[in-house]
């Protein structure tokens, strides 16, 4: 994929300085929140400025746009969000060269800190420029069945899986014990995208898959956390697998697969 060492190298290069640090949370591959106290661990320069204008647009019951400006010299740009009453960060996108991001399955009511910093090369990054939000109104019912149409019975494998559209919400269940989903979904040109599974009942874990069944992404928070995945990917077919720790698992309460495209379509 384009841009895949240069990204595997930034995220060693962030490991490395990191471990000089005090307070640090170590986080599993393919995790996406981050806690309060690793906040300090992010390697800054002088020179690499971090992003102004930070403002939030389209905001609605459960979705935001988060906006910024852009920093001459930047490479890169990484953003965060949590609710102010968490001390755990979320990663919305992480190295993308674009100035906004789309936030999905936010709560209703509900004021959100976020934050975002500039990568200006492989070892050079900078502080954070952090605001607020809040989003309105109460969470609307559900509309869409659970489960849904697309978590079919065949799904267990990569070969069952039904073709699922992006930007959209996809409800199923986990059950009985065991069982595992499988979606397709398919991209039509370069980009970056974000994987969300959310509203989940139990403790499930998020992989992503290409085309030729090879894991190029996972997501192993603990408990029932959201779990997420951002990719930069070419055009092609991909798979996301929802699957389960251990004996996680219920009939009646469905999580939430979403496949966001960012600057991939």
Not at 14 to 23: D, F
Not at 30 to 57: F, K, M, R, V
Not at 68 to 86: D, E, F, H, I
Not at 90 to 115: E, F, M, P, Q
Request: hydrophobic share 35%; glycine share 8%.
């Amino acid at each position: 994929m384009k841009q895949f060492g240069w990204m595997m190298a930034l995220a060693m290069t962030t490991v490395i300085v990191s471990c000089h640090k005090e307070n640090l949370t170590n986080e599993q591959p393919g995790n996406s929140s981050i806690t309060q106290s690793e906040i300090a661990t992010q390697a800054t320069s002088t020179s690499c400025t971090a992003p102004g204008g930070l403002s939030a647009s389209n905001i609605a019951t459960t979705t935001a746009t988060l906006n910024w400006n852009a920093v001459s010299g930047a490479l890169v740009y990484t953003v965060q969000y949590k609710p102010t009453t968490s001390s755990t960060w979320i990663v919305a996108t992480s190295g993308t060269y674009g100035l906004s991001v789309n936030l999905y399955s936010l709560s209703a009511n509900t004021t959100y800190d976020w934050r975002v910093y500039t990568n200006c090369s492989l070892t050079e990054a900078s502080g954070y420029t952090t605001s607020q939000f809040s989003t309105s109104g109460s969470t609307p019912p559900t509309a869409s069945a659970c489960p849904g149409p697309d978590d079919v019975s065949t799904n267990g494998s990569i070969g069952g899986a039904a073709a699922i559209n992006v930007n959209t919400d996809v409800r199923g269940t986990i059950a009985p014990v065991n069982d595992i989903d499988h979606y397709k979904f398919t991209i039509s040109s370069y980009g970056t995208i974000n994987v969300w599974l959310t509203t989940l009942p139990a403790n499930y874990n998020l992989a992503i898959f290409n085309s030729s069944g090879v894991q190029i992404g996972i997501s192993q928070n603990k408990g029932s956390k959201n779990e997420s995945v951002s990719l930069i990917v070419e055009p092609g077919v991909y798979y996301a697998k929802v699957f389960p720790v251990g004996n996680a698992s219920s009939a009646t309460s469905c999580y939430t697969l979403r496949v966001q495209t960012i600057t991939a379509t």
